[in-house]
């Protein structure tokens, strides 16, 4: 689907103004995309240089079953970092026990 590139972690997307007569392959069904038919835009981690067009149900579909997560979803999915608050805390505790 993406080729030998490694699956993006996460997505943004937005609706395709493209007024170019060209036609695109969408990466999610394979099927042809004319450029000026109502589609959607993805770039793979915001990398605009690697964006692809895909049909805007195809990424309905895919955002329904689950794929194709946006960077705040993916953020959710991953271990936050300690807070300030909780590394002054630790701070704090290991000086008490000294
Ligand atoms: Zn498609």
């Known amino acids: 689907m993406l080729g030998r590139m490694a699956e993006p972690r996460w997505w943004h ?4 103004q493209n007024l170019k007569p ?3 392959r969408c990466p999610l ?3 042809q995309l004319p450029a000026l038919s109502e589609h959607m835009l993805l770039f793979p981690e915001g ?3 690697r964006r692809r067009h895909a049909h805007t149900e195809c990424v309905m579909k895919a955002r329904k079953a ?3 997560p946006t960077r705040e979803e993916w953020l959710k ?3 936050r970092p ?3 608050w909780q590394r002054v805390m630790a ?3 290991r000086r008490d026990s000294a």
């Open 13 to 16: 997307f937005r609706r395709a």
């Open 22 to 24: 060209a036609t695109y």
């Open 29 to 31: 069904c394979g099927r």
């Open 47 to 49: 990398d605009r240089t």
């Open 66 to 68: 689950g794929r194709l």
């Open 77 to 79: 999915t991953q271990p």
């Open 82 to 84: 300690p807070s300030v």
């Open 91 to 93: 701070r704090v505790k």
